[in-house]
């Protein structure tokens, strides 16, 4: 989601026992991920094999991880876990609510009273704010009530 709120492709993909993924994006950033909490789901069932697992390569364009047997995990969520990985929850957080309201940077910076350029800032580099991360749960506790 950089600039024009894209995200770097994935450009690299080395996964080793049990569930850790060393992942390189197009921006230079690298990240270990573990997929611990995946393999739960009987989707990936066939993951749990160490040698299924290791076997991962680069879906089209970078925009996918896909092992052997047609099983995929998409860039997004890899990238939300790499930001976890870096240590910016804030952004994370930030990014599951547009999500899970469905916001363009737009339609997010309507709903908090901020710019355009304030949300694709805080959806890539900059840290969130307290107060933009209280307005965001804010906005899901009226959109609940």
Same mark, same amino acid.
């Given at each position: ?16 026992? &049990?569930?850790?993924?060393? /992942? ?25 094999? &160490? ?16 092992? &052997? ?10 990238? /939300? ?5 870096? #240590? ?10 547009? !999500?899970?309201? #469905? ?10 009273? !901020? ?18 991360? /209280? ?11």
């Amino acid at each position: 989601m950089m600039g024009v709120e894209r995200q770097p492709e994935l450009i690299g993909v080395k996964g080793s026992a &049990p569930y850790w993924l060393d /992942l390189r994006w197009s921006d230079g950033r690298e990240a270990r991920v573990d997929l611990s909490n995946v393999m739960v789901d009987e989707a990936y069932e066939a993951l749990r094999e &160490p040698a299924v697992f290791t076997a991962v390569v680069l879906g089209d364009w970078g925009h996918s991880l896909v092992w &052997p047997g047609g099983i995929e995990i998409g860039a997004d969520s890899l990238w /939300l876990d790499s930001l976890s990985s870096w #240590g910016r929850e804030d952004t994370r957080s930030f990014l599951e609510w547009r !999500i899970r309201n #469905g916001f363009s940077a737009t339609a997010a910076a309507e709903a908090l009273g !901020i710019s355009r350029a304030s949300v694709i800032r805080y959806s890539t580099e900059a840290t969130v704010p307290r107060s933009i991360q /209280l307005a965001c749960k804010g906005w899901d506790a009226l959109k609940a009530a």
